[in-house]
Each structure stands twice: as structure tokens, then as C-alpha cells.
């Protein structure tokens, strides 16, 4: 007994054509997802299943940028194309070339025509920094209140006297008027015979200016060394009174003079007076050309009515 079809004839022709078409055009949509390599299909690559991994692209390294090859020397050098006037205002790096080529022509070849150009270009050359000099000259004495430090730090034999009294008034001012508020600290060590010889300049210095100096012994008072950083002797040291300020003052032996100079200067900075661009600076030089800030408080002097 055979079993009956379970398909049978599409009775309406047009409806079972439109029926057989949606199912065709759906089996084959399915046969391509399922013809397409799926997840399952694409599992067993990689480096545990011995295959190599895809090789890394090359990366280029970056290349030096082209060094600029030099201009060929010009070595052929002649004042034949050059006026006088010309060569006189020709900017001064061009003419130190043209000086420099030629002395080297002349230098290699010297013929007479070589070494006249070349001494030509030199006595120009020497008027120029002659015409320099002159002006120079005219400026600084038309404009002595800017330029010239006569009146300040004067080289003349009674300039330098009067310039030496004044800066002596000065340093002993500055150390009496800081004797009740400052000592020194003088570092001495056992068997120091520069500490002796040091000594005796400052038993000068006490019975002139009444200060207190107070001897410390490094090897007794190591924590007095440590503390202002002292390891060699003698050494001098400025202390102010009630504050935790010092300055070092010399090493070694000095002079009387040398130490009421730096001791003045010592004073003066810790008081606020200078500062480091002006520490040799003395009172009566202020605002002077010896005043290195003094020219930020003064008009631009390029900016005047000056006449050329």
C-alpha cells in the first residue's frame, strides 16, 4: 500500500506560482547564510593552532634631515668691481670677508697687484675704526652725565685721592654705625699659625672701630662649624644680632683695609642697602654710571633731540 502525497496540485494557477516563487527565493537566501564561513568554521586559527600570526608591517625609522652642504668659498676675490664710497659703507661682516680674502690672496699669490688691493682694503679699513674712535669720543664728552665716569671713579692723581677719602668715610661709617647690632665670628683651630697672624690684624681692627669678635675653636665648637658651614681656618664671619643671618667676610689672612671693605659691604647687603648686581656699589656712587640698575630709572637717552 503505497502512502498518499501530502502535496497535491495547486488548483489556482496564479496563487501556487506566487507560492513557489517566495519559497525558492527564501531557500536560497538561507543556502547563502548557511554556505558562509560561520564562527565555528574560522575557530581553529591562531598561534595554538601552529599557525603563525600575520607578520607586524614595517615601520620605517625616521630618516636624518639632509645636512646642508657649505657655499663653495669664493676665492676669486677683487676690488675691481668695488668703489671707494662703496667699499666705506659696505656692511662690516661683508667687509671683514672681503678684508679676509683678500689678505689670503695675497697670502697665496703675492703679486703686486694682490698685496695692493689687499693693503688698500686694510687702510680703509684703519680710517674706519679711526672714524669710530672720533666719534666715540665727541659722544662721551658732549654726553659726559651718561657715558664718562670721571665723576665718580676720576683717575687723575687728586681724583683718586679724593675718590679714596670718600670711600674710606664711607666704610667706617657703615662698620661704627653697626657695632651695637653686629659681630664676627672668627674660626680659629689649634696649631693654625695663619689664625695667629690673623689675630693680630683684628686686635687692630677692635681698638679702631670697638667691635665684638668672638674666637671659636672648631675642634672644641664643631657644632658651631657645622652649623655656619666653616671648615677652614681662620675665617671670618658677620653675625646680626636677634636675627638668623650671616655672610662670610675672608678665609685666610687679610689686611685691615680688606676687611673693613668687606665688612662694610656685608653690612650694607644684609641691610637691605644692595643687593648682589650692586654689592661693590659705594653710597655716593648711586645713580652714577657705576650704578648698574640706575639706568632703568632714567630716560632712554637715543630717544632725545639729539643732533647727527
Keep these: 500500500m503505497h502512502a498518499r502525497s501530502s502535496i497535491r496540485p495547486c488548483r489556482s494557477g496564479s ?16 543556502r547563502v547564510a548557511i554556505d558562509a564561513p560561520g564562527f565555528y568554521d574560522q575557530s581553529k586559527h591562531g598561534w595554538f593552532w601552529y599557525e603563525d600570526p600575520p607578520a607586524e608591517p614595517e615601520v620605517k625609522q625616521p630618516q636624518d634631515p639632509p645636512v646642508a652642504t657649505a657655499r663653495p668659498v669664493e676665492r676669486n676675490v677683487s676690488l675691481a668691481n668695488y668703489s671707494t664710497e662703496e667699499l666705506w659703507t ?29 693693503l688698500s682694503i686694510q687702510d680703509i679699513a684703519r680710517r674706519k675704526a679711526l672714524a669710530y674712535a672720533n666719534a ?3 659722544v662721551t664728552q658732549k654726553r659726559a652725565d651718561l657715558f664718562t665716569l670721571n665723576q665718580v671713579y676720576p683717575v687723575s692723581t687728586p ?25 664676627l665670628l672668627f674660626f680659629i683651630a689649634p696649631g693654625c699659625g695663619f689664625c695667629t697672624q690673623q689675630a693680630e690684624i683684628l686686635a687692630h681692627f677692635v681698638d679702631r672701630h670697638g667691635w665684638q669678635v668672638r674666637p671659636v675653636d672648631i675642634s672644641t665648637q664643631p657644632d658651631l662649624a657645622l ?9 671670618l664671619l658677620l653675625i646680626r644680632q636677634d636675627r638668623q ?3 662670610a667676610i675672608a678665609t685666610g689672612v687679610v689686611t685691615l ?16 642697602d644692595t643687593g648682589p648686581d650692586s654689592f661693590t656699589t659705594y653710597e655716593f656712587q648711586r645713580g652714577s654710571a657705576l650704578d648698574p640698575a640706575a639706568i632703568l630709572n632714567t630716560p632712554a637717552p637715543w630717544k632725545g633731540s639729539a643732533t647727527p
Excluded at 661683508?94 to 703679486?111: C, E, M, R, S, W
Excluded at 683718586?160 to 662698620?175: C, G, N
Design 245 to 247: 643671618e650671616s655672610m
Design 90 to 118: 659696505l656692511y662690516p661682516d661683508d667687509f671683514q670677508q672681503l678684508l679676509n680674502g683678500l689678505q689670503k690672496k695675497a697670502v697665496q699669490y703675492p703679486t703686486e697687484q694682490n698685496i695692493l688691493e689687499y
Design 227 to 235: 652649623r655656619f658651614k666653616v671648615s677652614v681656618t681662620p675665617t
Design 257 to 272: 683695609p680688606e676687611i673693613e671693605r668687606k665688612l662694610a659691604q656685608a653690612i650694607r647687603f644684609l641691610r637691605g
Design 159 to 183: 681724583g683718586v685721592a679724593a675718590r679714596v677719602r670718600l670711600q674710606q668715610d664711607e666704610i667706617s661709617r657703615t662698620i661704627d654705625a653697626a657695632r651695637s647690632d653686629h659681630a
Design 136 to 138: 666715540t669720543q665727541y
Design 15 to 30: 496563487l501556487c506560482c506566487a507560492l513557489v516563487l517566495v519559497a525558492a527565493l527564501a531557500w536560497g537566501d538561507d
